[in-house]
């Protein structure tokens, strides 16, 4: 796991080269263990390491192919790397093909034996999660690629000849060479969802390669191609019996699991005591070498604290446990570190940094997270919201103006985002996923965006088109499409970025079974009758029912939660009311909207939760550090 840089097509080597170094400065977070720079006439390549498998010299980046052609830079894990290994050392009996010379143990060194072999077809035969960029010294030609789900990033700047990429938006800011001015659509876009999708980011000119993507750029010229997309596995719906569908999830997991424990250096688990992280760590039991490693962030304020049930199954699977104990100072007291490693505004993620720090301080450095469970087995009450709107859709029958008046009524006697969100929902012209997906998930409806913003232009919806693009699918895979929408939506551009950027500010690196794409492509085919949560997550609970301890599977489904109202009304009012005043009079919004936002939230307004605070203030706290012209 580490960090990648790279600048092609700049006449002046030289400043490419100094300003690859200082790019990599930036990523040191990312790599602490070493670094390394190639250049040649018209490439630099710059690379930061953190050392999961094999921790010698041999694996230094960047890296040569054995006959000097290739130079790769590559961050993240191929868990298939062995198998891949053996196949490339083999030669059948009249095949042209030839053996790799391999003299390292390290998977760098496998992805760059795969494109000798197949070409930028190589990504096909990948397992893993990853970022990287081949450069051709014959064809002067990059080959850049990422992973299917999107578990890593790559972002990029592209002007004329002149191509930058990087795994964080700040080290292509550092070079001076793109304008540090915000994407007025991708703004739009924050305010409604409390993230930028992909392909764009908050930074104008700046983008994302999008998962399961790979690309060419040679001259000047960009071809993109897609070798997986996530829609294309839901459209053949799965009839085996429920038993059968049992056991297979139960076996894609173990192995997916088996294969996320390859690794040099000390791992362990999160375990908040779901069922999702509860079920990671018992099949780690299974087939780790040694007693698992597990960790529970704890609180003294007990309606915040899981560490019951991460006892209990602790204890099932006689894990060596470490309760991380934390109390609202010590979290308070880290919140500037968390907004400072934010390398992309973000609603959320200051929880993830606090338990990805705590757990690298206990001498871990990678860790299996039980993220992506909810997507595949609905776990969200937006599974069942959506599932029960769309047997609703006699609603439209009635005249518009009656659908939007029983809106507004439902408002007035009764106001909060639920009713909000009811009342836009009431006004659509179609009750089905692709309209009531985009409005379930907005935190701020377009009529207050609009007020807040000098400018009545909103821009086309990033999750509306997102969302049109999942095909028509079978009877009975409702759930399915609701997974499309939320793994290419909240997950990909809010959790795994959160993820990434938060857990590698402290070096460590996070994996996540439940994204095999072995399981995604498989969990898409299972129909509605199977995946539908009449408890929680039934199906998956099901598989593993020699895993659960009761308590856990019976427990109220509670996260990560804080008393973050609380403390935006107290500890960090002072600072919330600064960052509001000065987003409120950027050129871009309006002052009196954005201040009567915040007013509201003190006294108390049921329409304006703590959520719809913090992601502006946080949004301000990043074009301030990183001085965004707005």
């Known amino acids: 796991m580490c960090g990648i840089n790279g600048i092609y097509g700049l006449d002046n080597m030289r400043k490419a080269d100094e300003l690859v170094r200082i790019m990599n400065g930036i990523l040191a977070h990312r790599g602490p263990d070493d670094e390394g720079v190639y250049v040649d006439e018209e490439v630099a390549l710059g690379h930061r390491r953190l050392s999961i498998i094999d921790l010698s010299a041999s694996g230094h980046q960047p890296f040569f192919s054995s006959d ?65 960029a081949i450069w051709d010294l014959d064809t002067k030609s990059l080959f850049v690629a990422r992973d299917r789900i999107g578990i890593k990033p790559l972002y990029y700047f592209v002007q004329n000849k002149l191509f930058i990429f990087s795994s964080e938006i700040r080290p292509i800011l550092a070079t001076g060479l793109v304008p540090r001015k915000a994407d007025p659509a991708a703004l739009v ?93 018992g099949l780690m039991s299974k087939v780790a070498a040694g007693k698992v490693k597990t960790f529970t962030v704890t609180f003294d304020e007990q309606e915040f604290n899981e560490a019951r049930y991460a006892k209990i199954v602790a204890r099932k699977f006689n894990t060596e446990h470490h309760e991380i104990k934390l109390n609202v100072a010590d979290f308070l007291s880290q919140l500037p570190e968390a907004l400072n490693a934010m390398d992309h505004p973000s609603g959320d993620g200051a929880n993830t940094y606090v338990v990805s720090k705590a757990t690298k301080n206990a001498g871990i450095t990678m860790a299996l997270s039980g993220l992506g469970g909810d997507e595949l087995f609905a776990g ?24 939007s008046g029983a809106g507004k009524i439902l408002n007035q006697f009764k106001p909060g985002v639920s009713s909000e969100k009811i009342a836009e929902i009431l006004k659509l012209s179609r009750i089905d996923l692709r309209h009531i997906y985009p409005v379930s998930r907005q935190v701020i409806m377009d009529k207050g965006i609009i007020k807040m913003l000098n400018g009545t232009q909103l821009y086309a919806n990033a999750v509306q088109e997102i969302v049109s693009k999942i095909p028509a699918l079978p009877s009975g895979m409702s759930l399915s499409a609701v997974s ?72 109220t489904k509670m996260g990560f939660v804080l008393p973050w109202a609380h403390w935006l009304k107290h500890e960090l009012k002072s600072f919330c009311e600064s960052q509001m005043e000065a987003l409120a009079v950027r050129e871009a919004f309006r002052k009196e909207p954005v201040m009567d936002l915040w007013k509201a939230f003190l006294a108390d307004d049921p329409r304006v939760k703590w959520s719809r605070i913090w992601y502006l203030v946080t949004l301000e706290s990043w074009l301030n550090q990183h001085q965004i012209d707005v």
């Open 68 to 132: 000097k052609r290739y130079c790769i830079v590559y961050n993240g894990e191929l868990y298939n790397y062995r198998e891949l290994k053996f196949e490339l050392k083999r030669i059948t009996l009249g095949s042209s093909e030839t053996a790799y010379p391999f003299v390292t143990n390290t998977d760098t060194e496998v992805i760059l034996a795969s494109f000798l072999r197949w070409g930028k077809d190589c990504v096909k035969h990948f397992n893993g999660m990853f970022a990287f």
């Open 189 to 281: 876009d924050y305010l409604r969802y409390q993230t930028v999708h992909a392909p764009r980011t908050i930074i104008k000119g700046i983008g994302m390669l999008m998962p399961g993507h790979s690309a060419t750029i040679s001259d000047g010229a960009i071809v993109v191609d897609e070798y997986w997309n996530m829609n294309s596995f839901a459209t053949v719906k799965n009839e085996k019996p429920y038993e059968s569908v049992c056991l297979d999830v139960h076996e894609l997991l173990l192995r997916s699991v088996e294969r996320r424990l390859v690794s040099d250096v000390p791992f362990g688990a999160f375990l908040s005591g779901g069922i999702d992280s509860s079920i990671i760590v």
């Open 380 to 403: 969200y009450d937006i599974f069942k919201r959506s599932l029960s709107l769309e047997k609703k859709k006699w609603i439209t029958a009635f005249p518009y103006f009656a659908r």
């Open 484 to 555: 499309l929408a939320e793994a290419s939506t909240y997950m990909q551009n809010i959790l795994l970025r959160d993820t990434d950027q938060m857990s590698m500010a402290v070096a460590l690196e996070v994996r996540v079974p439940f994204l095999d794409h072995t399981v995604v492509e498989y969990m898409l085919g299972v129909s509605d009758k199977y995946k539908y949560p009449v408890s929680p997550k039934k199906l998956l609970t099901d598989a593993m029912s020699d895993l659960l301890p009761p308590e856990v599977v019976n427990r």
